[in-house]
């Protein structure tokens, strides 16, 4: 019983602290509004043009694959570092984790995901 007062602690601490910094940020923001404050900030130049422009969805959908085997590629280096140490499970593992990398990503590739034209 006594891990799961643990586990009842952590889960109501970790609802407690956002809601307690939410509260604390809509109590104490300032609230005076001046046209300045509404403006799109564009790096420090004045701005001009709507705000509103719409881009091309395969800018998303490229960044957000570059993004998920960029993530996936970074487990890739604590293997590598520890590769001396690791028995064959470990290579077995990271050989099936390099297929379903290598799978999604001719998943993209035939999905016309990575073709710009």
Do not use: H
Not at 20 to 25: F, G, K, Q, R, T
Not at 67 to 90: C, H, Q, R, S
């Amino acid at each position: 019983m006594e891990e799961f007062a643990k586990f009842g602690f952590m889960a109501a601490l970790g609802f407690i602290v956002p809601t307690i910094a939410i509260v604390l940020s809509r109590i104490l923001q300032p609230r005076i509004s001046t046209s300045s404050k509404v403006q799109t900030y564009e790096c420090g130049i004045k701005p001009f043009g709507n705000a509103w422009i719409q881009f091309n969805i395969r800018y998303y959908i490229y960044a957000l694959i570059f993004v998920i085997f960029d993530i996936e590629t970074i487990f890739l280096y604590p293997w590598a570092v520890a590769f001396n140490k690791l028995g064959l499970f470990a290579i077995i593992e990271m050989f099936i984790f390099l297929f379903i990398l290598i799978v999604g990503f001719a998943y993209a590739w035939k999905k016309g995901a990575l073709n710009w034209s």
